[in-house]
């Protein structure tokens, strides 16, 4: 399967532990974005990555969230000291940067569920 | 006011009707996205365009720039099209590279 993948798919934690999930893109995208997705919402947009660079994180990531794409290949999402508020689908996404911005298309995975207790 | 809004937000269809989706966006764009969700929330993309028409086999996809309008039509709709359709939006002149989601449209297509 060379599609993008995420694990663990699925989470269940206490109140104040901190989780972390993983994302692997498709080998030669170099954008790799993550997505925040609660029930009966659109996904929202958290942060995304071009090769190992952060170049934008929403307001929505606070300071309890942290995103790393260390070597530009797979990333990996941490929240520390999670709260119930943090209970919703995690998607991640990648795509290949083209000649135009608006030309990328993004290839989501299956995201990871968090419940948080 | 969200910047994406779709309609409806459910709809239920009987097996071979025409079905449309819409979403209208507020905001100045330079692509329209939209994508098939199924429930476990693996998202597939199904169209991208900044103008005019797409089609692939039984989906069609409209954009007017103008009116700040999309639709979505599946013809001959068939139970396995029961999904979550959502509309993105990539805001010209805005941030990098995040979309802008629309909460989607549930379709339930009976047998």
């Known amino acids: 399967d060379t599609g993008v993948s995420q694990n663990p798919r699925h989470k269940i934690t206490k109140r104040g532990q901190n989780v972390t999930f993983r994302c692997d893109p498709i080998?030669?995208?170099?954008?790799l974005y993550w997505y925040r997705q609660t029930l009966g919402q659109g996904p929202e947009f958290l942060t995304y990555?071009?090769?190992?660079?952060?170049?934008?994180k929403s307001r929505l990531l606070s300071d309890r969230f942290s995103a790393e794409r260390p070597k530009g290949s797979f990333s990996t999402l941490e929240i520390q000291r999670t709260e119930q508020g943090d209970s919703a689908m995690y998607l991640c996404?990648?795509?290949?940067?083209?000649?135009?911005?608006?030309?990328?298309?993004?290839?989501f995975g299956p995201g990871t569920r968090l419940l948080v207790l | 006011k969200n910047e994406v809004e779709q309609s409806p937000q459910n709809l239920t269809a009987q097996e071979g009707e025409f079905i449309t989706i819409n979403c209208s966006y507020s905001?100045?764009?330079?692509?329209l996205h939209w994508l098939q969700q199924h429930p476990g929330g693996g998202i597939v993309s199904l169209f991208m365009?900044?103008?005019g028409k797409k089609k692939h086999g039984r989906l069609i996809a409209t954009i007017n720039i103008q009116e700040k309008h999309s639709s979505l039509h599946i013809t001959a709709s068939h139970p396995r099209d029961s999904a979550v359709y959502i509309c993105?939006?990539?805001?010209?002149?805005?941030?990098?590279?995040?979309?802008?989601f629309g909460k989607g449209t549930k379709l339930s297509v009976k047998p």
């Open positions: 365009l900044s103008s």
């Open positions: 990555f071009q090769n190992e660079a952060q170049l934008e």
């Open positions: 993105a939006v990539h805001n010209y002149g805005g941030s990098q590279g995040n979309l802008i």
């Open positions: 996404a990648s795509s290949s940067l083209g000649e135009f911005l608006y030309q990328e298309t993004q290839y």
């Open positions: 905001v100045g764009i330079s692509a």
């Open positions: 080998s030669e995208h170099n954008r």
